[in-house]
């Protein structure tokens, strides 16, 4: 007789070891559990940082980290919805510091992550979610409109992965991960503002990647896919309204057109992030993750 084991890891809270035994009579499945080791917290006694953590990606990325151990400084400029975030990240056991900002305002990228520090003690990984969404079309766009756009997503990126990079060169090293988009690559004829912001994030992500990776830091972009988020719903609703058809049937025509022919969710999106944040991805840095479902194939 031969027998094969198989050590699976499933859930939080324990393990399922599944030994098939093989004979000429029977074949039979036994399911032992097993405590939780340590390999499930992998992100114990480090502190992450995450912008735009009130809702949407930014939520269940801090829930994720918070579930592997970790301690996650939440920032946000919508209190009510930050504060709830904090509730339920408590709720399951888990530590966190909220801070309210504009991480648009002078000065806040230093002051935010001093706070973080000064409430979780350190600073090990940054992640840079928070953005602002515009649909124009080329010949729509204002000035206005451009600076809002890339205040959030250029700018307070770059000097957040700056001030967090400082503190990690010290420190000996640690993880950025940036939100980009699959819009990048793609033709959009009314995302022209959102969709060069984040292309200027892939560039700030590799030539980061360049400059830290001797201080130990890794960087790195993920760029998500077609999600129910806050700011996706708004970009939908204005583009459903824009071609004058309903809601539903705009979102159809947006599913039909990715290979997998379904949608994304934020917590399938977050399992990237924080494989980005792990020992095992220690040796990837200046990639771009895409999670789109074939949407943006390369």
Same mark, same amino acid.
């Given at each position: 007789?031969?027998s094969r084991a198989k050590v699976l890891a499933l859930g939080r809270n324990f393990r399922e070891r599944f030994v098939r035994a093989r004979n000429n009579?029977? #074949?039979?499945?036994?399911? &032992?559990?097993?405590?939780?080791?340590?390999?499930?917290?992998?992100?114990?006694?480090?502190?992450?940082?995450?912008?735009? *953590? /009130? #809702?949407?990606?930014?939520?269940? /990325?801090? @829930?994720?980290?918070?579930?592997?151990?970790?301690?996650?400084?939440?920032?946000?400029?919508?209190? *009510? @919805?930050?504060?709830?975030? /904090?509730?339920?990240?408590? +709720?399951?056991? $888990?530590?966190?510091?909220?801070?309210? %900002?504009?991480?648009?305002?002078?000065?806040?990228?230093?002051?935010?992550?001093?706070?973080?520090? !000064?409430?979780?003690?350190?600073?090990?990984?940054?992640?840079?979610?928070?953005? *602002?969404?515009?649909?124009?079309?080329? @010949?729509?766009?204002?000035?206005?409109?451009?600076?809002?756009?890339?205040?959030?997503?250029?700018?307070?990126?770059?000097?957040?992965?700056?001030?967090? %990079? +400082?503190?990690?060169?010290?420190?000996?090293?640690g993880r950025i991960v940036n939100v980009s988009s699959p819009g990048t690559r793609m033709t959009l004829t009314n995302y022209t503002s959102y969709a060069?912001?984040? /292309?200027?994030?892939?560039?700030?992500?590799?030539?980061?990647?360049?400059?830290?990776?001797?201080? $130990?830091?890794? &960087?790195?972009?993920?760029?998500? !896919?077609?999600?129910?988020?806050?700011? #996706? +719903?708004?970009?939908?609703?204005?583009?459903?309204?824009?071609?004058?058809?309903?809601?539903?049937?705009?979102?159809?025509? +947006?599913?039909?057109d990715i290979p997998l022919r379904r949608r994304t969710t934020p917590e399938e999106v977050a399992e990237g992030i924080v494989w980005l944040a792990t020992?095992?991805?220690?040796?990837?840095?200046?990639?771009?993750?895409?999670?789109?479902?074939?949407?943006?194939?390369?």
């Amino acid at each position: 007789m031969r027998s094969r084991a198989k050590v699976l890891a499933l859930g939080r809270n324990f393990r399922e070891r599944f030994v098939r035994a093989r004979n000429n009579q029977h #074949q039979q499945l036994i399911v &032992v559990e097993m405590p939780m080791t340590a390999d499930h917290h992998p992100f114990k006694g480090q502190v992450v940082l995450i912008t735009g *953590a /009130a #809702q949407g990606l930014g939520k269940a /990325a801090a @829930l994720a980290f918070a579930a592997g151990g970790a301690s996650v400084a939440l920032v946000d400029i919508n209190e *009510a @919805l930050l504060n709830d975030t /904090a509730s339920e990240l408590r +709720r399951g056991g $888990g530590e966190c510091a909220v801070i309210v %900002a504009d991480i648009t305002s002078t000065g806040a990228a230093t002051a935010i992550v001093q706070k973080a520090i !000064g409430s979780l003690g350190r600073l090990d990984i940054l992640i840079n979610n928070a953005a *602002a969404s515009s649909v124009e079309a080329l @010949l729509d766009v204002t000035e206005a409109e451009w600076d809002k756009i890339f205040a959030v997503n250029v700018k307070a990126l770059f000097f957040l992965l700056q001030a967090a %990079a +400082r503190v990690m060169k010290d420190s000996g090293g640690g993880r950025i991960v940036n939100v980009s988009s699959p819009g990048t690559r793609m033709t959009l004829t009314n995302y022209t503002s959102y969709a060069t912001s984040k /292309a200027a994030v892939d560039y700030i992500t590799r030539t980061a990647a360049a400059n830290l990776g001797v201080y $130990g830091i890794t &960087v790195n972009a993920i760029a998500p !896919g077609r999600m129910d988020t806050p700011m #996706q +719903r708004i970009t939908e609703e204005a583009n459903a309204a824009a071609a004058g058809i309903d809601l539903k049937t705009y979102i159809q025509s +947006r599913t039909v057109d990715i290979p997998l022919r379904r949608r994304t969710t934020p917590e399938e999106v977050a399992e990237g992030i924080v494989w980005l944040a792990t020992q095992t991805a220690s040796y990837v840095t200046g990639n771009r993750l895409n999670i789109s479902g074939g949407l943006e194939l390369d």
